[in-house]
């Protein structure tokens, strides 16, 4: 019995030392797998970005794009990568099969992996110690959205996993999508969409054959198959061989494939990336201001603007040819501006002459810059008193030496363009000759503070305080932004409606959801139609501004005497403008120096911004005509409170029985004069010098005399005799002379 209890004992023992052993066994089997595990997670689980983030809208930047009116691409806004997403259904068929046939023969066979690129990668790894992977579009996907480019083991282990799951979360068709979306043709161009852009200029629904061959190469090595690379024949030859496999998978025939190859591949132009870039970075400004930033960087916006690039690029050329004839006129740059004032829309803007030249600070856009815009501003003045029934077109006033009363400081005694005074003239030839004298009295009449509120209702932006200017402010005394110009001049083409300018249409999300839409809007009424109309009337009479700028001048549009202009040019000579308008196309151009120098002085409205403006307007009205299948004429539209009646030519009174010569003018309603001329009058007399008393001389009174003479009084109080001495000289008054009190 002991003996038997003995080995009971034993067995029992070693039984329970089993039982430890083998508990032991499992507990370290555990921890090593644990610890397997933990090495697993951070050396290749974790990390791990999700498959679901390959269909997330917001996972990849996309990039902004920015069109004509017409579609036109003008330019892609994006960080790093030009990414433009396409739906496969959209595509033709051969882009899908044509991308198959060169990087994944049995894509629609395989779950992920190809047996074959297995093998072959894994000789390379082994025997040439060169890591390469399988080469399915799936693994592709993979790795270039999803993993970095490092080439590890840990990162082919984290690919195959991916790719697993990337094959049992999306159908193949989705798969491919994705991939046609997210990988890099080259350069920036990220996905089919940017590089048909890229590559061809034009989007990838409209890509032949030939082309979607060549784009379908390039994802194996883009920058060796590269059309715009080192060597061109490479990419000729790696689009015959895509064309080769195509035909031999049986995508397409042999004869197909041949007459591809046969092709004439015509490329984009290389490194123009941007087109209208004044504009594109003007838009571009308004995009970021409303939507910030990151969303116009990356956000994928379609920006679908006013810009028509055809008038744009005709804007060009004009700006850029012409100023290059300005260099002896000391001229280094030019802008211009095209609108359509009837609805606000900018149809072109042209910055500078250049937008890469550096030498003159090209980028810098002249078109929302302040300069003084000289006698260009008139206009708006004149507008005011005509508004106000001050003064109408037959209006007398007189252009002889005079001074204002100038509160602080000496006597302002403005000088006219030719140096020279012109006697009596009547309010329509005073704006057609832009005489200088007749201006600062129609303003002194308007007063400061009521012409800095009508031009500010009318679009001008940076005229505020009126303490700060003075009556030059009609001269171009003030600095004014040739967008503000253009939204006043807008006003007088569209029958006194003012349509602020705008440069967006319709804004949408890569999607085609809508985020905003510009929708017609009736303008607001700034001045009445009539007066309107009389500006519009003055400022297209050739015969009113022939005494200035001569009867063939640059001022006259070819075929369309309908265009109304006016010219502007500052005292320094620092800036030169003109600005013209049709009812439906305003035209503002402008040259001087971005640095402020000075111009020679033979430049002018005529010789210096002219050329320029007459061949952009002839040319926008060209294709106006050419749509309309006839040249037509757009007149300002003459509204019913619109009078016309003869005048006197002198006097601007009605003639009655004086027997004057006349003229026929036009009248608002009710502003038609009353008073038959009769020009003799009892004036007051200088007996020093026999010329008539100016209000504000200071003559003794010993010296003065009333006399009976023909003579002509304006609003200002100001003397013209017809008879006295000296009468018929230019000089016949000297302003130095004029004292005032």
Same mark, same amino acid.
């Given at each position: 019995?002991?003996?038997?209890?003995?080995?009971?004992?034993?067995?029992?023992?070693?039984?329970?030392?089993?039982?430890?052993?083998?508990?032991?066994?499992?507990?370290?089997?555990?921890?090593?797998?644990?610890?397997?595990?933990?090495?697993?997670?951070?050396?290749?689980?974790?990390?791990?970005?999700s498959?679901?983030?390959?269909?997330?809208?917001?996972?990849?930047?996309?990039?902004?794009?920015?069109?004509?009116?017409?579609?036109?691409?003008?330019?892609?806004i994006?960080?790093?990568?030009?990414?433009?997403?396409?739906?496969?259904?959209?595509l033709?068929?051969?882009?899908?099969?044509?991308?198959?046939?060169?990087?994944?023969?049995?894509?629609?066979?395989?779950?992920?992996?190809?047996?074959?690129?297995?093998?072959?990668?894994?000789?390379?790894?082994?025997?040439?110690?060169?890591?390469?992977?399988?080469?399915?579009?799936?693994?592709?996907l993979?790795?270039?959205?999803?993993?970095t480019?490092?080439?590890?083991?840990?990162?082919?282990v984290?690919?195959?996993?991916?790719?697993?799951?990337?094959?049992i979360?999306?159908?193949?068709?989705?798969?491919?999508?994705?991939?046609?979306?997210?990988?890099?043709?080259?350069?920036?161009?990220?996905?089919?969409?940017?590089?048909?852009?890229?590559?061809?200029?034009?989007?990838?629904?409209?890509?032949?054959?030939?082309?979607?061959?060549?784009?379908?190469?390039?994802?194996?090595?883009p920058?060796?198959?590269s059309?715009?690379?080192?060597q061109?024949?490479?990419?000729?030859?790696?689009?015959?061989?895509?064309?080769?496999?195509?035909?031999?998978?049986?995508?397409?025939?042999?004869?197909?494939?041949?007459k591809?190859?046969?092709?004439?591949?015509?490329?984009?132009?290389?490194?123009?990336?941007?087109?209208a870039?004044?504009?594109?970075?003007?838009?571009?400004?308004?995009?970021?201001?409303?939507?910030?930033?990151?969303?116009?960087?990356?956000?994928?916006?379609?920006?679908h603007t006013?810009?028509?690039?055809?008038?744009?690029?005709?804007a060009?050329?004009?700006?850029a040819t012409e100023?290059?004839k300005?260099?002896?006129?000391?001229?280094?740059?030019?802008?211009?501006?095209?609108?359509?004032?009837?609805?606000?829309?900018?149809?072109?803007?042209? &910055? !500078? @002459?250049? #937008?890469?030249?550096?030498?003159? $600070?090209?980028? +810098?856009?002249?078109? /929302?810059?302040? *300069?003084?815009p000289?006698?260009?501003?008139?206009?708006?003045?004149?507008?005011?008193?005509?508004?106000?029934?001050?003064?109408?077109?037959?209006?007398?006033?007189?252009?002889?030496?005079?001074?204002?009363?100038?509160? &602080? !400081? @000496?006597? #302002?005694?403005?000088?006219?363009? $030719?140096?020279? +005074?012109?006697?009596? /003239?009547?309010? *329509?030839?005073?704006?057609?000759?832009?005489?200088?004298?007749?201006?600062?009295?129609?303003l002194?009449?308007?007063?400061?503070?009521n012409?800095i509120?009508s031009?500010?209702?009318?679009?001008?932006?940076t005229?505020k305080?009126p @303490?700060? #200017?003075?009556?030059?402010?009609?001269?171009?005394?003030?600095?004014?932004?040739?967008?503000?110009?253009?939204?006043?001049?807008?006003?007088?083409?569209?029958?006194?409606?003012?349509?602020?300018?705008?440069?967006?249409?319709?804004?949408?999300?890569?999607?085609e959801?809508?985020?905003?839409?510009?929708k017609?809007?009736?303008?607001?009424?700034?001045?009445?139609p009539?007066?309107?109309?009389?500006?519009?009337?003055?400022?297209?009479?050739?015969?009113?501004?022939?005494?200035?700028?001569?009867?063939?001048?640059?001022?006259?549009?070819?075929?369309?005497?309908?265009?109304?202009?006016?010219?502007?040019?500052?005292?320094?000579?620092?800036?030169?403008?003109?600005?013209?308008?049709?009812?439906?196309?305003?035209?503002?151009v402008?040259?001087?120096?971005?640095?402020?120098?000075?111009?020679?002085?033979?430049?002018?409205?005529?010789?210096?911004?002219?050329?320029?403006?007459?061949?952009?307007?002839?040319?926008?009205?060209?294709?106006?005509?050419?749509?309309?299948?006839?040249?037509?004429?757009?007149?300002?539209?003459?509204?019913?409170?619109?009078?016309?009646?003869?005048?006197?030519?002198?006097?601007?009174?009605?003639p009655?029985?004086?027997?004057?010569?006349?003229?026929?003018?036009?009248?608002?309603e009710?502003?038609?004069?009353?008073?038959?001329?009769s020009?003799?009058?009892?004036?007051?007399?200088?007996?020093t010098?026999?010329?008539?008393?100016?209000?504000?001389?200071?003559?003794?009174?010993?010296?003065?005399?009333?006399?009976?003479?023909?003579?002509?009084?304006?609003?200002?109080?100001?003397?013209?005799?017809?008879?006295?001495?000296?009468?018929?000289?230019?000089?016949?008054?000297?302003?130095?002379?004029?004292?005032?009190p």
């Open positions: 019995m002991p003996a038997k209890r003995k080995k009971g004992r034993r067995t029992k023992r070693k039984t329970k030392s089993l039982s430890f052993l083998k508990s032991v066994r499992i507990k370290r089997a555990l921890i090593f797998g644990f610890i397997c595990l933990i090495l697993i997670y951070f050396s290749i689980l974790k990390d791990l970005p498959p679901t983030k390959l269909s997330s809208p917001d996972s990849f930047p996309v990039s902004t794009k920015i069109f004509d009116r017409n579609g036109k691409l003008l330019y892609d994006y960080v790093e990568k030009n990414r433009t997403p396409i739906t496969l259904t959209d033709p068929d051969y882009v899908k099969y044509a991308t198959i046939a060169s990087e994944d023969k049995n894509f629609y066979k395989h779950k992920g992996f190809a047996i074959t690129g297995i093998i072959r990668a894994g000789f390379n790894t082994v025997f040439r110690r060169k890591l390469q992977g399988g080469s399915t579009i799936s693994q592709q993979v790795k270039n959205t999803l993993l480019q490092e080439r590890t083991l840990r990162r082919k984290r690919e195959a996993l991916l790719t697993i799951a990337v094959e979360i999306y159908p193949k068709e989705k798969i491919l999508e994705m991939y046609l979306n997210q990988i890099p043709y080259g350069g920036t161009a990220y996905g089919i969409a940017s590089a048909s852009q890229m590559y061809f200029g034009k989007t990838p629904e409209d890509l032949s054959l030939a082309e979607t061959a060549l784009l379908a190469g390039l994802p194996a090595s920058t060796r198959y059309p715009f690379g080192a061109p024949e490479l990419a000729k030859k790696r689009q015959e061989y895509v064309l080769d496999e195509m035909a031999k998978n049986n995508f397409i025939s042999e004869e197909e494939a041949e591809a190859k046969e092709e004439e591949l015509a490329y984009a132009e290389h490194g123009k990336g941007i087109k870039p004044h504009f594109v970075m003007y838009v571009k400004d308004l995009l970021v201001e409303k939507y910030g930033q990151k969303m116009v960087d990356q956000g994928g916006l379609r920006v006013t810009l028509d690039l055809e008038i744009q690029e005709l060009q050329e004009a700006v100023v290059a300005l260099k002896r006129e000391k001229v280094s740059n030019g802008a211009a501006l095209v609108t359509n004032p009837q609805t606000g829309e900018i149809l072109a803007m042209v &910055g !500078s @002459k250049d #937008y890469f030249a550096k030498d003159i $600070d090209g980028n +810098f856009n002249v078109t /929302t810059a302040l *300069r003084q000289g006698s260009s501003i008139k206009p708006l003045n004149y507008a005011l008193a005509i508004e106000r029934k001050i003064i109408t077109p037959a209006t007398v006033i007189l252009d002889i030496p005079t001074c204002f009363k100038n509160t &602080g !400081s @000496k006597a #302002y005694c403005p000088d006219n363009y $030719d140096n020279s +005074f012109h006697g009596v /003239t009547q309010i *329509r030839f005073a704006l057609g000759n832009s005489y200088n004298i007749p201006a600062v009295k129609v002194a009449l308007n007063g400061l503070e012409f509120a031009a500010s209702a009318m679009g001008i932006t005229f305080e @303490k700060d #200017y003075g009556l030059s402010l009609t001269l171009g005394g003030g600095e004014v932004k040739m967008t503000d110009l253009a939204s006043a001049f807008g006003v007088l083409a569209n029958q006194g409606k003012k349509q602020p300018l705008y440069a967006i249409q319709k804004v949408e999300d890569h999607t959801k809508v985020l905003e839409e510009k017609a809007e009736e303008g607001e009424q700034i001045l009445s009539e007066t309107a109309y009389l500006i519009s009337h003055i400022l297209l009479d050739n015969n009113a501004r022939q005494p200035m700028f001569g009867a063939s001048s640059y001022l006259v549009v070819r075929n369309h005497p309908e265009v109304s202009v006016k010219t502007g040019t500052t005292n320094d000579k620092k800036d030169n403008w003109t600005i013209g308008y049709t009812p439906s196309t305003l035209v503002a402008w040259v001087g120096n971005n640095n402020n120098s000075s111009m020679s002085y033979v430049a002018s409205g005529v010789t210096g911004a002219s050329p320029i403006w007459n061949k952009i307007t002839r040319a926008v009205l060209e294709i106006k005509d050419k749509e309309n299948g006839k040249t037509t004429q757009e007149w300002p539209v003459k509204p019913n409170g619109i009078i016309g009646t003869s005048i006197c030519s002198i006097s601007g009174l009605l009655g029985d004086s027997g004057c010569t006349t003229r026929y003018e036009y009248f608002i009710g502003t038609v004069p009353t008073e038959t001329e020009l003799r009058k009892q004036i007051l007399i200088d007996k010098n026999g010329s008539p008393v100016q209000p504000g001389q200071n003559i003794p009174p010993e010296n003065i005399e009333p006399q009976e003479h023909p003579a002509i009084v304006d609003l200002t109080g100001s003397i013209f005799c017809l008879d006295c001495p000296m009468a018929t000289s230019s000089a016949w008054f000297d302003a130095k002379n004029l004292k005032l």
